[in-house]
């Protein structure tokens, strides 16, 4: 359940009620597009009381297929704000979130939008230290909000970025800063650590450059654990868009050293597609290829287990034994 108001034939979005954290705004509510989250609409606290007294007697509910509905305050379900959002999802028609929209969200992990969102609110993901996956889709000729976006989450990422190029899976490690006091000069260093500061780094203007984002690898080599690096390896492999020759031919180099920490990072998604894949694309090692059946078999995987057998027995047929007398 949605609370908003009409906006010059526009939707604002001002909260949500409901039992489930994960929450799709619609694009519509009755003929108007939703095109705007209030200021504080996911937050708690005094910042979204005052939003919404403002409002007042402005304030319409609707359903969660954006039909308008009436109900008393006693019957409605409870606020979904702070620690009580966990997944959220944003039409292309949203093209401004208000200050502090999302203000203390801890427990919001995944956000999905589009790029084209031109006005994001001062503050926004203050708070916000849960989340770890986005989605994120470009809209073609028009500004991205992406590099904005990546710039106030600071946290390790896991992109999906979804365009009419192709899509790609990347990976933006940490990066925080620390303030540190030179006495003698009386003034205050500021220090970045981590190297997530440079990929955040890699757009032109507001788009994303991808042999930018290759460049960096060396970077993340040595400052980030094997996790990290094998995850961004995977993701640019599996999904090459402008992938140039020679990042291709450092990434696999990389994934050929550190097969066994690849395959258990790919064997712990959900989607068993990037296991299988990096069997089929580069499981010509017969050692690599035996590991990759022995984790299967020790996961439980039935299923993947009888792929993986088929494809070895393709892949390294039994040699026929011969005798002599």
Known sequence: MFLYQIVD??????????????????????????????????????????????????IRLCDEEGNP????????????????LKDLYLPDTVKKIGNYAFYNCYELTHLECFSSISDMGSGLFTGCSGIRFLDIHIVDEKRSCMKEMLSELRQELYVNYYSSRGNARLVFPEMFEESVEH?????????????????????????????KYDALFPHILVQE?????????????????????QDRNIYESYLKEHMAGAAKLALGEPDPSLFL???????????????????????????LLSILMELRRRRFPARKRTFSL
Request: charged share 25%; hydrophobic share 35%.
């Open 69 to 84: 509905v009436a109900a008393e305050e006693k019957d409605m379900p409870p606020v979904i704000s702070c620690g009580r």
């Open 225 to 245: 654990p094997e996790r990290v690096v094998a995850a961004l390896v995977l993701g640019r492999l599996f999904t090459p868009v402008s992938l140039l020759k």
């Open 277 to 303: 894949w990096l069997a089929r694309q580069y499981g010509h090692n017969r050692d690599d290829f035996d590991g990759m059946v022995e984790m299967a078999g020790k996961a439980d995987k039935p299923e």
């Open 183 to 211: 006495t003698p000069a009386r003034i205050i260093i500021r220090e970045m650590h981590g190297c997530g500061h440079m990929y955040r780094y890699c757009f032109d203007r507001t788009e994303f450059q991808f042999h």
């Open 9 to 58: 034939e526009h939707i604002r979005i001002l909260g949500c009620r409901g039992y489930d954290g994960t929450i799709r705004i619609p694009e519509k509510i009755g003929n108007r597009p939703v095109s705007e989250l209030a200021a504080y609409a996911f937050s708690g606290g005094w910042g979204r009381d005052e939003m919404l007294a403002s409002a007042g007697s402005s």
